[in-house]
C-alpha cells in the first residue's frame, strides 16, 4: 500500500506565482487535511475536508484553497504565492477524525 | 482554546538511558491523546492513542501513559535509531487535532 502520496516532493516558486499541491490516498478513509509545519510552529491546520464533497478551514486558511476531487483526492492550492508561505506542507487522511496518516511532505520555497 | 505543551524541546541521552518526554494539554472534553515519531525529512508516523486517564499503551521500548492533565512517554534502554522528533496531540469530541510543538530526542551510541 502506498498510503498518503503527495506531489510535488519540492518545488520552488517566486512571489505571485500560483501551484498546486497534489494529495491521494489509498487506504478508503473519509477524511483528509492539509498541514503547514515551520520552524518553532509545530503543525498547523490549513484545510480538512471531512468528507467527500465537504471542506473546512483549520488554523491557518488565508491564502490557500482546497479542492476535494473525490474520496482519494485532496488538491491544496497557493493562488498568489507569499514569502510567508514557505514551508513544509503535510497531507493526511484519517477514518472518521481517528488517528492521522502522513504523506512524505511538499518542501515550498517562496522567493 | 485547546493547548500542548511538550518538554523538554530536547533531550540527548546515552544508549541505555532510559527517559521521559512530557505532554501537558488543556482541551475541552478529550476524545484522544495522540503520539507521533517524526523522523527528518519525512512525516509524522503514528505510533500510540490513549483515551481515558490511567489508559497505558507498549510497543517495542515506548510507553506512553495518560493522566487528565498530560501524557508522558517513556523510553526504556534507548538505542540510537530511536532518535527522533516525537509530537503528541490532543483530540476534542469530534474535532480536529491539536498538536505540540515536539521534543527532538538523541540517543548517542
Known amino acids: 500500500n502506498a498510503g498518503v502520496t503527495q506531489t510535488p516532493k519540492f518545488q520552488v516558486l517566486k512571489t505571485g506565482q500560483s501551484m498546486t499541491l497534489q494529495c491521494a490516498q489509498d487506504m478508503n478513509h473519509n477524511s483528509m487535511y492539509w498541514y503547514r509545519q515551520d520552524p518553532g510552529m509545530g503543525l498547523r491546520l490549513i484545510y480538512y475536508?471531512?468528507?467527500?464533497?465537504?471542506?473546512d478551514k483549520g488554523e491557518v486558511p488565508n491564502g490557500y484553497n482546497v479542492s476535494r476531487l473525490n474520496k482519494r483526492e485532496f488538491s491544496l492550492r497557493l493562488e498568489s504565492a507569499a514569502p510567508s508561505q514557505t514551508s513544509v506542507y503535510f497531507c493526511a487522511s484519517s477514518r472518521d477524525f481517528r488517528e492521522l496518516f502522513f504523506g512524505e511532505g511538499s518542501r515550498l520555497t517562496v522567493l | 482554546e485547546d493547548q500542548v505543551t511538550q518538554s523538554p524541546e530536547a533531550l540527548r541521552l546515552q544508549e541505555g538511558e532510559s527517559s521521559s518526554l512530557n505532554c501537558s494539554y488543556t482541551?475541552?472534553?478529550?476524545?484522544?491523546l495522540f503520539w507521533y515519531r517524526q523522523d527528518p525529512g519525512k512525516g509524522p508516523e503514528f505510533l500510540f492513542t490513549l483515551y481515558s486517564a490511567g489508559e497505558e499503551k507498549e510497543k517495542e521500548r515506548l510507553k506512553a501513559t495518560l493522566t487528565k492533565k498530560e501524557s508522558f512517554l517513556h523510553i526504556t534502554a534507548p538505542k540510537p535509531e530511536d532518535s527522533a522528533t516525537y509530537l503528541c496531540a490532543v483530540q476534542p469530541q469530534y474535532s480536529t487535532l491539536t498538536f505540540g510543538k515536539g521534543t527532538m530526542l538523541l540517543v548517542s551510541p
Open positions: 475536508s471531512a468528507s467527500e464533497g465537504t471542506t
Open positions: 482541551v475541552s472534553g478529550l476524545r484522544g
